[in-house]
């Protein structure tokens, strides 16, 4: 399980959709947090001359999505464990 759809919380998000578990990705109202002010990104795997943070947080989410995450903006407002999971 992984909540928040900064970049820490998509990068979750896509390895746990790859590997087949039940991944939902909560935005919140302002899913991205500071990636999105960030003009130049370096080091990020694809993006050899580098990726401004409002471009690569869409290419993630839809990343995860297409991997078969959930992703919604909403916001977590309580948690409750199961027999099952969360």
Known sequence: MRMGARIGGLTAAVHAARTGRS???????APGGLLLSIEQIDGVPGFPEGVPGYDLLPTLQEHAADLGADV??????GL???DDGW
Not at 23 to 29: A, I, M, S, W
Request: zero cysteines; hydrophobic letters at 50%; proline letters at 0%.
């Open 23 to 29: 991944t939902l990705v909560l935005g919140g109202r």
């Open 72 to 77: 919604r903006m909403a916001e977590l407002t």
């Open 80 to 82: 409750d464990a199961a």
